[in-house]
């Protein structure tokens, strides 16, 4: 079955980084779109960032413009998501997502002093 499994998230201060990774089983990983998500307390489920199958084509929302990089390692069935400069603002819980729509579990990132 499809399994997608996000990992990295932790505390850290304002002004630190994180690097979270998405494992995936279950699926071909290198024909999927995929993406990161997020949903901080009260707020609906935002997209951060996309990568196509093949890594060609990366956007991110503006918000994360220049301190996020998505990146992914397609043999390692791997997805990656390298946060710097993280701001209290990027707290929330962070998914990745298959272009079937599968999600996993998500990991929590706190951005805090």
């Known amino acids: 079955q499809v399994q997608l499994v996000e990992s990295g998230g932790g505390l850290v201060q304002p002004g630190g980084s994180l690097r979270l990774s998405c494992v995936a089983s279950?699926?071909?990983?290198?024909?999927?779109?995929m993406s990161w998500y997020r949903q901080a307390p009260g707020k609906e489920r935002e997209r951060v960032a996309f990568?196509?199958?093949?890594?060609?084509?990366?956007d991110s929302v503006a918000s994360v413009k220049g301190r996020f990089t998505n990146s992914r390692n397609n043999p390692a069935n791997t997805l990656s998501l390298q946060m710097n400069s993280l701001k209290p603002e990027d707290t929330a819980i962070y998914f990745c997502?298959?272009?079937?729509?599968?999600w996993g579990q998500g990991t929590q990132v706190t951005v805090s002093s």
């Open positions: 997502k298959n272009a079937f729509g599968n």
């Open positions: 279950g699926f071909t990983f290198s024909r999927h779109t």
């Open positions: 990568i196509t199958n093949d890594g060609k084509h990366i």
